[in-house]
Structures are given as C-alpha cells and as structure tokens.
Nanobody
C-alpha cells in the first residue's frame, strides 16, 4: 500500500485543518488506518485510528473532542479533521495502514506509512 498524506500547513491557534491520506496499491478496505504525529525531539505518538469499515474509532486523550477521523472506502482515503488546534498539536502527521484490528494505538501494528505532512499551529 502506498500512502500519500496532504493538507498540512500553518494555522493560528483555535483554527482548523483537514488532513487527507490517499491509498493505492491494495484493497483499502482491508486495512485499519491510523494517524500518528511526531514533534521535534519527541517520539512518534498515536493520534487516532479507524477500523476497516469505519465502525470503530480510537482517539488519544489529548485530541478527543477536537479531532475526528473518517474514511471513504470508495475513494481509498482517510481523513483527519482537526478543530480547535493548539500550539502543542504542532508536529509532522503520518498516516499508516495495518491489517490488524487490535492494539491500533501501537505503531508496530501498522505495515505501511505515508511520508508525513507538517502541521504548525501558531500561538
């Protein structure tokens, strides 16, 4: 699976961004999808995940109520709607695809990774 993330940019605190991750090469609906992020000097951290059909979503506590993950299996795309952004959300955001439907907070459960898209939130 090839993953192409897009939609990052510079936004003021309180603003919104919508990230997209387009998949190609395999059957998209066979994969759970996740978003992770990595800030400078920090480890990669889980943000959110969605199961194959979209019936189940998971969120990190730090983004719960502000971020929403969704997917369109007909378009082979997963989305991350980010509202009420904070400076601490600044990071490179990566999408990932995994054949597992367990332990989706763990990056080792994912088989394929996109190249990342930079999100910068100014105060």
């Amino acid at each position: 699976v090839q993953l192409q993330a897009s939609g990052g940019g510079l936004v003021q605190a309180g603003g919104s961004l919508r990230l997209s991750c387009a998949a190609s090469g395999r059957t998209f609906s066979d994969y759970s999808m996740g978003w992770f992020r990595q800030a400078p000097g920090k480890e990669r951290e889980f943000v959110t995940a969605i199961t194959r059909s979209g019936s189940t979503t998971l969120y990190a506590d730090s983004v719960k109520g502000r971020f929403t993950i969704s997917r369109d299996n007909a378009k082979n795309t997963v989305y991350l709607q980010m509202n009420s952004l904070k400076p601490e959300d600044t990071a490179v955001y990566y999408c990932a695809a995994g054949s597992s439907f367990h332990s989706l907070r763990n990056p080792s459960r994912y088989d394929y990774w996109g190249q990342g898209t930079q999100v910068t939130v100014s105060s």
